[in-house]
């Protein structure tokens, strides 16, 4: 099963429930939403996310399951694939965008709060990506913890190592700056993290840490040019 052709939201989505089923602790009963979650305006609910208890999606998404680009129509939203200016309170680099949260979250916790503010985390696919990602964190000064997220998980195959969007889904295995013994094959560390006392190479670590986020964006370079 390959995730290259699903819409974002729904990626997210599947890749929570595979993380529910890895973990030993999970619940494996659906649970109701909590009254008081929010949906963002792609119909992801953040609430409450722990690893006893799974995201449900909400009433009526059912078509986000299946949704695929050629039918040319769902319940989401499109959305601008590469803007041209960052949104608001990201920081611009290059073509880049960061943002570092304060907060502490689980991996599938992080990828829904950069979806809702309209990013992603991060992806690097080349030394340049990981020049540009390191100059950010030192700039962020002592907000930065040693463990940071990294938008990569081999949920899907122990051992093979994918991004979670379609832009750079199989980068990894074109370059990568895993620190020395990493990854591990361990079936319960699937899931990417930047680690600063290795230099900030990455290593693999159980999904379920709550680390630090760091949501990125990137800019169209033709609109910024032109």
């Known amino acids: 099963m390959a995730f290259s052709w699903l819409h974002k939201s729904s990626r997210l989505l599947i890749l929570h429930f595979l993380l529910c089923s890895f973990l030993p602790t999970a619940s494996s009963q659906s649970v109701d939403p909590d009254p008081e979650c929010t949906s963002d305006r792609k119909g992801l609910q953040a609430c409450n996310f722990n690893k006893n208890k799974c995201l449900q999606e909400p009433s009526g998404q059912e078509a986000a399951w299946t949704h695929t680009p050629e039918n040319g129509d769902g319940p989401f939203t499109p959305f601008e694939k590469h803007p041209t200016t960052c949104p608001p309170g990201y920081q611009q680099l290059d073509n880049h965008c960061f943002l570092l949260m304060p907060e502490t979250m689980t991996f599938f916790e992080a990828t829904v709060a950069c979806d809702v ?100 964006v990137t800019l169209s370079l033709d609109k910024l040019v032109g």
């Open 117 to 216: 503010v309209d990013g992603k985390l991060p992806e690097v696919v080349s030394p340049e990506d990981q020049t540009r990602l390191e100059k950010f964190l030192t700039s962020a000064g002592s907000g930065v913890s040693s463990n940071i997220w990294l938008g990569a998980t081999d949920l899907q195959q122990e051992g093979t190592w994918r991004y979670l969007s379609t832009d750079n889904e199989d980068a990894l295995s074109a370059w990568s700056h895993w620190a020395p013994s990493y990854p591990r094959v361990d079936r319960s560390s699937n899931c990417a993290v930047l680690n600063l006392p290795n230099g900030w190479r990455w290593q693999d670590s159980a999904c379920s840490y709550n680390l630090q986020v760091m949501c990125e």
